[in-house]
């Protein structure tokens, strides 16, 4: 019912910045929270962001301070601001929702940090 398409991965040296995007189609409104998930090889994929309906948000010890997660007025798009980026940073990263009590997925983005 719910579609999500990321975008904003790619290559970037550590300390830079990199902005991911997230817009869902379908179902919109049944929508009631957002986040990111990231994994990498022989690792569990795990939360690094995640918005609520209602605006509150929460993160991963390991990227307080540096992420932000951000959605627009209509609920359709959520971002991931990702500044002083490290190499423990690289990973597959996924945007997920939760609507209708269900979970949908996107197909992920490539985040490589690197110099």
């Known amino acids: 019912q719910v579609q999500l398409v990321e975008s904003g991965g790619g290559l970037v040296q550590p300390g830079e910045s990199l902005r991911l995007s997230c817009a869902a189609s379908?179902?919109?409104?049944?929508?009631?929270?957002m986040g990111w998930y990231r994994q990498t090889p022989g690792k569990q994929r795990e939360l690094v962001a995640g918005i609520a309906r209602g605006g509150s948000t929460a993160y991963a010890d390991s990227v307080k301070g540096r992420f932000t997660i951000s959605r627009d007025n209509t609920l359709n798009t959520v971002h991931l601001q990702m500044n002083s980026l490290k190499p423990d940073d690289t990973a597959v990263y996924y945007c997920r929702t939760t609507a209708g009590g269900r979970y949908y997925w996107g197909q992920g983005t490539q985040v490589t940090v690197s110099s």
């Open positions: 379908g179902s919109i409104l049944s929508i009631t929270g």
